[in-house]
């Protein structure tokens, strides 16, 4: 068999393990979600979400990817042959990643836009209406919804096609360490405006008052999303991780690293919000209005609100690699499809399921099941129902079937993990507390108890 291809260094394997779970969900759900859900306190139970379920799983996944080295469905056969049912984690990954695909690459299309109109000098504007205007042009046109979309599927695949080591390390290697000087230059600028201030209290000062049931299933879904678990994706990635990896530590530091990456989005966006008089509730728009105004109002601002846009574009791409490599990995690995056909494939179903979500604005807009245009229940779907009973099932699994002994084993890096504590820490969590939470918050959100 030919050796199978993988991360290549250290450094590799936390670039592009970061590459996953840091994109839209930093810089454009992260930001709104927390400006329409009362501030700190959000942010707070998204802190508990991070540290009670989402940290666990990501261990989780990605040991059971290095143990097996295969796709999320193969992993399951080969580490439980006699409970094959398992295997149904891999598929609904299989349906979560063309689900997510399917409206983040319209977001993502967004970006890409705003990086073109952004270098031809066709968003220059601070007043709220006219911000508005350019972004409701851009969306409720299908022809150029779509073909943003098809453009941003076309860049993703052609990177998919050069494979693991060649293709996703190699752009993740090159462009994570530019996102974070780009972002931490953005915020410097973003605090010294009049009015940062007022920002940074709507971010920061909790409102507990708004933390209802549907606000912890928000948090929680976002912990899923934008750590990139319950769907397999980091089991994908872990498969590819280097043997003498430390899971555990590669995984704090990709949280820690994800966390920061939001929390300068956040004070990148909202003390400008203010300062121009936004509305900071705005909802999936947010990002796409202000950000041109921040950068409007200083000299030079055009370069960087470029700059801006091309970062969020690199780091929707990383986030899509990681999501498209899934169906990519299981078609190549289970039916011996070539790469390029298997990207072709999950493009071609991504290309279909996507075009009802980006014409959501304008041809498609009153297609609705359970009130939600394509693109919301899309969204809703897979971070809400998806992602978390994903994650539930990876808990169950290795909470109850697999066990703390193999558990451990898969954490120590041929025999080099000596922590105990943290071993049973963690399996304490695996079995009992996160999926636990995951169900309860669940049920409640979902009005079933
Ligand atoms: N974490 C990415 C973000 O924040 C999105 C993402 C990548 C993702 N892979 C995933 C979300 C797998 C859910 C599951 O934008």
């Known amino acids: 068999m030919a050796q199978r291809d993988g991360f290549t260094s250290t ?10 779970a840091v994109g839209l969900g930093n810089i454009w759900k992260f930001p709104y979600l927390t400006g329409t859900n009362g501030g700190a306190g959000f942010l707070l ?11 666990p799983v990501m261990i989780a996944e990605i040991m059971l990817g290095r143990t097996a080295r295969a796709n ?3 992993t399951f056969e080969i580490l439980s042959p006699k409970q094959p049912f398992w295997k149904a984690i891999g598929y609904m990954g299989l349906v979560a990643a063309v689900l997510i695909l399917a409206f983040y690459t319209e977001v993502a299309g967004w970006v890409f836009a705003y990086v073109v109109k952004s270098l031809t000098g066709t968003l220059g504007h601070t007043d709220p209406s006219s911000a508005k ?4 042009t851009l969306v409720s046109s299908p022809a150029q919804a779509l073909s943003w979309q098809w453009l941003v599927l076309v860049i993703t695949g052609g990177i998919i096609m050069l494979g693991v080591s060649k293709g996703i390390e190699a ?12 972002l931490i230059a953005l915020c410097v600028r973003s605090l010294t405006l009049p009015g940062a201030a ?7 000062a909790p409102d507990f008052s708004k933390i209802g049931t549907g606000v912890l299933l928000t948090a929680l879904g976002l912990a899923f999303f934008k750590l990139s678990i319950g769907m397999g994706t980091m089991l994908t990635y872990g498969s590819y991780f280097r043997p003498e990896q430390n899971i555990p530590t590669t995984a704090a530091r990709v949280m820690v690293a994800d966390l920061s990456v939001s929390l300068l989005a956040g004070m990148a966006i909202f003390p400008a919000v203010f300062a121009f008089g936004f509305e900071p509730a705005a909802g999936p728009s947010l990002v796409f209005m202000t950000i041109p105004a921040v950068f409007d109002s200083m000299p030079g601002g055009r370069i960087f609100m470029t700059l801006f846009f091309i970062l969020t574009a690199i780091a929707s791409l990383g986030a899509m690699l990681s999501i498209l490599e899934v169906p990519v990995a299981m078609m190549t690995e289970r039916w011996s499809y070539s790469r390029k056909k298997a990207t072709l494939i999950t493009l071609a179903v991504v290309a279909l399921l996507g075009a009802p979500a980006s014409l959501s604005q304008s041809l498609t807009q009153d297609w609705k099941l359970f009130g939600l245009n394509a693109f919301d229940l899309f969204d809703y779907l897979s971070s809400n129902v998806l992602l978390p009973l994903g994650g539930i099932l990876i808990c169950l699994f290795v909470g109850w079937s697999y066990g703390i002994a193999k558990l451990s084993a898969g954490l120590s890096n041929d025999g080099q993990l000596k922590n105990r504590p943290l071993v049973r820490t963690l399996f304490v969590l695996l079995r009992y507390v996160s999926p636990l939470l995951i169900a309860i918050v669940m049920l409640k959100a979902l009005g079933i108890f």
């Open 11 to 20: 450094f590799g394997v936390l670039v592009a393990t970061l590459g996953s």
């Open 45 to 55: 139970v998204y802190l508990l979400a991070t540290l009670l379920v989402g940290l």
């Open 72 to 74: 999320a469905v193969s």
């Open 133 to 136: 205007a350019t972004f409701g």
């Open 171 to 182: 752009v993740a290697k090159k462009l994570m360490p530019l996102l974070f000087l780009l």
């Open 198 to 204: 007022e920002g940074l209290r709507f971010l920061f």
